[in-house]
C-alpha cells in the first residue's frame, strides 16, 4: 500500500535554532497538507498546495514558518527560529483531488515528525 | 464558530458496550465527511467516510444529518483495541480547492 514519507520521525532542537521537514506524498496526489497537532487537540492546517502552487496558508506564521513544493512532489517546512511553543507533532497529507467525487477525497497521512524545543 | 466540533469526552466504557459520538459542523454546504481514528502519539488513519443514507462497516455505524448538521459515529460490542481518538473530519470542497476540517477528537477508552 502506497505511502506517505515523512523524516525525520523526531527532532530535538534548542530555541533559535532552524529546524525543517520533509515529506514525500503518494504518487499521483495533488493536493498536500501540512498540519500542526498539539496534544489533545486536532491537526491545524498551517499550509496546502495544489502541484506546486499555496493553495492556503493562512494559518502558517510567515515570520518563522516556509513551505515550498518547487516541483509540485515533495514538499519542505521550515521553522526558523524555533521557538518553544512549536513543539508538537507535524504532520503531512496528501490526496487526489478528484472534482465532484465527493466522499472519495480522502486524506492520507504519514507517521509525522515529532518536535520538542528545549 | 469553529467549523467543526466534537465533544471531547473522554468516554470510557466497559468491554461489549455500545457508545456513539457525535460531531457539528457549521457549513451547510459541506459535502464530505469522514471519521478517522488516531491513537496515542500515531498519525490519524481513515476509520470510514460518511455516506448521505448512512453506512456501517461491521460493528461502526456512520450517520448523516444533514439538517442538523452533525454526524454520528456508533460502535457496538467494544473492544480493548477500540481505545484511540475518534476525528470528525468535515470536507466543504469549496471553491479554492480541497480542504478538510477536523474536530478536536473524542477519546475513548475501553475497559477490560
Known amino acids: 500500500e502506497a505511502e506517505v514519507a515523512q523524516s525525520p520521525r523526531y527532532k530535538i532542537t534548542e530555541k533559535s535554532q532552524a529546524v525543517a521537514f520533509w515529506c514525500d506524498p503518494i504518487s499521483g496526489h495533488a493536493t498536500l497538507y501540512w498540519y500542526r497537532q498539539i496534544l489533545g487537540q486536532g491537526p491545524e492546517l498551517l499550509v496546502q498546495?495544489?502541484?506546486?502552487?499555496?493553495?492556503?496558508d493562512s494559518q502558517l506564521p510567515k515570520d518563522r514558518f516556509s513551505a515550498e513544493r518547487l516541483k509540485g512532489v515533495d514538499s519542505t517546512l521550515k521553522i526558523q527560529p524555533a521557538e518553544l511553543g512549536d513543539s508538537a507533532m507535524y504532520l503531512c497529507?496528501?490526496?487526489?483531488?478528484?472534482?465532484?467525487?465527493?466522499?472519495?477525497?480522502?486524506?492520507?497521512f504519514g507517521a509525522g515528525t515529532r518536535l520538542s524545543v528545549l | 464558530r469553529k467549523e467543526v466540533e466534537q465533544d471531547p469526552g473522554p468516554f470510557n466504557v466497559p468491554e461489549g458496550a455500545t457508545v456513539a459520538f457525535n460531531c457539528t459542523y457549521s457549513n451547510s454546504a459541506s459535502q464530505s465527511f469522514f471519521w478517522y481514528r488516531q491513537d496515542c502519539r500515531k498519525e490519524p488513519k481513515l476509520l470510514m467516510s460518511?455516506?448521505?443514507s448512512g453506512n456501517e462497516d461491521g460493528r461502526f455505524t456512520a450517520q448523516l444529518n444533514r439538517a442538523s448538521q452533525y454526524i454520528s459515529l456508533l460502535i457496538r460490542d467494544s473492544k480493548l483495541s477500540d481505545s484511540a481518538t475518534y476525528l470528525c473530519v468535515v470536507n466543504p470542497i469549496r471553491g479554492t480547492g480541497n480542504q478538510f476540517y477536523f474536530g478536536t477528537g473524542t477519546s475513548l477508552t475501553v475497559i477490560p
Open positions: 460518511v455516506y448521505s
Open positions: 497529507a496528501s490526496s487526489a483531488y478528484l472534482q465532484g467525487m465527493g466522499s472519495k477525497n480522502i486524506q492520507y
Open positions: 498546495f495544489q502541484d506546486e502552487s499555496v493553495v492556503d
